[in-house]
């Protein structure tokens, strides 16, 4: 199974309306991020979580919102979808200490219309 | 504000060629640097870290070197096969205090190996 995990896997919704996109993990790693993709940009960080009281913005929160339910999982909302969040949706994970490595979800592929 | 920049966007090859893959930073103060593939359908797969003290790291085929006071890295790919054809993305991570310590990316070259 998956260390890190993404639902839905692809998504197509409409302007206005609410998706909430969720990630788990079984590394028992505290760090948590959401990365948005878009093509010739690069990955672009939204919002991070050092542990379940700890929420922090990225470099591009505005119109979007996370929840750190447990150690384990990190959603991120899109409270009003608009066709300019249309992008690859990545969710990763680390440990607090060493290196930092990231380790990164399969990734959700969201549509907005 | 740093910037990574990865060039070229795309590139194509035949198998068994050697490649190097080029990542370029503005700010020189970093505290590490990544390469990451990324495959379809998949998240990215770290490949290799450097610390901002080392010179190169070496997996198997790859071997990744950073320059520093220049603003570069590149990723050299040994003996190419058609199962590296992936998109390569390099990733740096300031020297900052706290939670300032977040990655910046390029936005990746797409290698094509020719069977």
């Known amino acids: 199974d998956a260390d890190v995990t993404q639902t839905p896997r692809n998504r197509i919704t409409k302007t206005g309306k609410r998706i909430m996109l969720e990630c788990s993990q079984t590394?028992?790693?505290?760090?948590m991020y959401w990365y948005r993709q878009d093509p010739g940009l690069g990955l672009r960080l939204i919002y991070y979580s050092f542990d379940v009281k700890d929420i922090n913005k990225g470099e591009i929160s505005d119109g979007y919102s996370v929840s750190r339910q447990a150690q384990a999982k990190f959603s991120l909302s899109l409270e009003s979808a608009i066709p300019n969040q249309t992008a690859l949706y990545f969710c990763a994970t680390s440990e607090l200490s060493g290196a930092d490595t990231q380790y990164f979800g399969p990734g959700t592929r969201l549509t907005v219309l | 504000k740093q910037e990574v920049t990865q060039i070229p966007a795309a590139l194509s090859v035949p198998e068994g060629e050697n490649l190097v893959l080029n990542c370029s930073f503005t700010d020189s103060a970093i505290y590490n640097l990544q390469w990451f593939r990324q495959d379809p359908g998949k998240g990215l797969t770290s490949l290799l870290l450097?610390?901002?003290?080392?010179r190169e790291q070496t997996s198997g085929r790859l071997n990744a070197s950073l320059d520093k006071s220049s603003g570069r890295s590149t990723l050299y790919i040994a003996a190419s096969q058609p199962g590296d054809s992936a998109t390569y993305l390099c990733?740096?991570?300031?020297?900052?205090?706290?939670?300032?310590?977040?990655?910046?990316f390029g936005s990746g070259t797409q290698l094509t190996v020719l069977p």
């Open positions: 590394k028992g790693h505290d760090r």
């Open positions: 990733a740096v991570k300031p020297i900052s205090s706290g939670s300032a310590r977040q990655l910046t």
């Open positions: 450097i610390q901002s003290s080392q």
